[in-house]
């Protein structure tokens, strides 16, 4: 979903099946969708992406998305949301170490 409240899955599906496969029912994450041009993000590839709403015409795109993960809020059973800040950056951690979410510096 967005930050604008749209579901966005039939746009990103190559984020959807990788968020489905880390078998989390419940996971409420905010994160940036990005693409490269070279090693720089690129906007203006990323607007090109964004505006195809299908599903099968995004897999064929030869656009590459990334979702960076940068807060999470939620992981079942916990809402990160309700806890300071140092205890909410223990959960991220733990969800690292429980191989929930992948660190990536």
Known sequence: MSRNKHLISSRYPEITAAFTQMDIPNLFAGGEIVTFSVS???????????HISQTKKAEKSPIAVYCYVFDLMYVEP?????LPLRESNLVICQAINLGIIELNE
């Open 40 to 50: 720089v993000t690129s906007f203006s590839r990323l607007q090109k992406r964004m």
């Open 78 to 82: 916990f809402d990160v949301t309700k």
